[in-house]
């Protein structure tokens, strides 16, 4: 159930994908084929430190013993921000937030978005990570960095 609330508070902020004007660009790569990273193992992180990057100070929403979630708001936009105690866990929770679309910077046992979508590719600067965006049920792309 904590899952399904945390999804909930990231689809707040990370939309259900579409209109990006990426259409083409998938149909290219089989529509929403996952892209293999090419990219440096992300850094790890906490909610703390990926909210202190942001420039903002985390409210934390949930607290299990499997994974927090906090989210911000700054005058860049808004931010939710996840850390998970296994690698396991996070995938278990980008599976059930997949069904529901959005677009999530992925990196070491932590997750993260916001809108807009620079923010999160900022962020990727710092922290490496990959940017999963769901545009269907079911489907996904990556963006690598």
């Known amino acids: ?3 399904a ?4 508070a990231l ?3 990370a939309g259900c994908g ?3 004007g990426k259409a083409d660009a998938k149909a290219e790569t089989g529509g929403n084929a996952a892209r293999p990273s090419a990219s440096p193992a992300p850094k790890a992180a906490r909610v ?3 909210a202190s990057a ?3 100070e985390p409210q934390f929403t949930t607290k299990v013993d499997d994974y927090r979630q906090a989210v911000c708001k700054t005058a860049e936009g808004k931010f939710v921000f996840l850390d ?3 690698a396991k866990g996070q995938r278990d929770w980008l599976e059930t937030a997949q069904m529901y679309g959005g677009v999530y910077l992925v990196g070491n046992r932590w997750v993260l978005s916001s809108s807009p979508r620079k923010n999160m590719e900022t962020l990727r600067d710092e922290f490496g990570g990959t940017i999963e965006e769901d545009t269907s049920y079911g489907g996904a792309s990556r963006t690598p960095r």
């Not at 609330?5 to 909930?8: I, K, S």
Request: glycine share 18%; proline share 0%; hydrophobic share 55%.
């Open 84 to 86: 998970f105690v296994t």
């Open 5 to 8: 609330a945390a999804v909930g």
């Open 11 to 13: 689809l707040t902020v």
């Open 48 to 50: 703390e430190q990926l």
């Open 18 to 20: 579409g209109g990006d």
């Open 54 to 56: 942001a420039g903002c």
């Open 1 to 3: 159930m904590a899952v």
